[in-house]
């Protein structure tokens, strides 16, 4: 059952490391591409939503603000929304996708800013929830004075479960990594082009066991854009709308990375089951997967969650070579966040619309007509399925 | 500098019970449901009769994760974390510093035993292998 609304044009801005750029140049860039993308203009967008809003709890995490970027673009809009508490970095876009299907506005402007590479320093590191706060609460309150400060270290110990129960090793998160990177020196704008080789990736620095350095993600400096505009809308705009066949989200356990009581799953099975729900179309009619890969452990996770492979399945179906450049279900086609930087899933949602525009130049997956897209990592998870029709 | 929780009136017991060398862990008093973190109305039966009570202080590793990378200033590495299935309160799990133990003989199903760090007013529960 298809939404009354659909994606109809993205854009992301010049990233890198150490970019030294003001976040809202990054936007505004991003927010110019999105735009040229979709053949609209700034007079269009009557919407504009964000996760997780302006937020200070780890350095150059979310430096912006929607009423930032409204005073800083111009906009005038009717429709505003930041999501911190929803279902993960892809709540902004189903947010989007419900006021525009409820005629709240019609194209609305979905954005995730980050200048993390450049925030960060010796004292500072970006990515740990609470830095330089005095006393902590919440859910992180009883993880990080154990010494449990890193999502690297919540995911790690996810792993050592997966890899106890179903004999996965580190040569088939190599595999991930390997791939990704593959599909990334097909991709100019990925922060990491250079050729990794498993020998690479198993001889690198071990960063919270059994994940190393190239299972986790890159921080960087960027911005990125994804317009969302309701279906009879969309209409007007210069690409064929991409369809919101289907959403999901759930927080079905506890908010918590160690109260679930089977960590070899986590949220995004609770989400991928909804999304499922809500529609006809199956695993077997996706083409192009985009899947949130923090790190690499939450790809195989991710797989088994949309049923691409059963529960433990994950190793076999990726050895088997289904994920990689010229797999049946090719993941993260731009090099995900481990190759391309971390755009917190709005960079993994980009390729894949990019690639059922048929415009991903040297990766192009023939023929992409559906992708489905799962964002998040621990509790909280999110879940689109898109079509071309 | 070590992190350290805001004393809340429902985790005070979990973070000063170690005064008494006691780990503390908050229990329904009408459905006897073990809560943690802990809250103030049982999420299972939302009673408001919820009281800590001391459990062994003793668990089994359910799994764990050895961390390289010193993410503070002066952080001392190689460290082993354990999510930890505490004995006495079913389904209750903690993440588990583990100290006394070298980082890369922890194991899945080891037995566990807590010990307390004072720091200021908080006693931080970690852990140390059993045997
Ligand atoms: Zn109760």
Redesign the interface.
Known sequence: MTLNAAITGVGMSDIGRKTGRPAMVHLAEAARRALECAGLTKEDIDGISTYPGKADNSPGMSPLGTGEVRNALGLKTRWHSAVPDGPSQMAPLMVAAMAVATGQARHVLCFRALTESSSQT??Q?AS?P?AG?????G?Y??????????A??WA??????YF?EFGMTREHLGMIATGQRAFAQHNPTAVMQSPLTMEDYLGA???????GLFDCDVPIDGACVIIVSAADAAKDCARPPLAIEAMGAALGSQE????R?D?TTMGAHDAAAEMWKRTEMRPADVDVLALYDGFSIFVPYWLEAFGFCGHGEAKDFIAEGNIGPGGRFPVNTGGGQLSGGRLHGFGLLHEACTQLWGQADGRQVEGAKTAVCGMGGGFIAGSMLLRRD | MRPLPELTPENTAFWTGGAEGKLMIAFCADCRHAIHPPQLICPKCWSDKVESRAVPGTGTVYTYTVNHQPWAPGMAVPFALAVVDIDGAPGVRVTAEVVNADPESVAIGQTMKVVFLNIDDIWLPRWEPAQ
């Not at chain 1, 790690?156 to 479960?161: I, P, V």
């Open positions: 010796a004292t590191r740990i609470g706060r005095a006393r902590l609460g859910w309150s009883y993880l990080v004075p154990a010494n449990a400060m890193s690297s270290n790690g110990w996810m792993a050592t479960r106890h620095r071990m960063i919270s066991s059994p994940l918590s990375w160690d109260q009581a960590l």
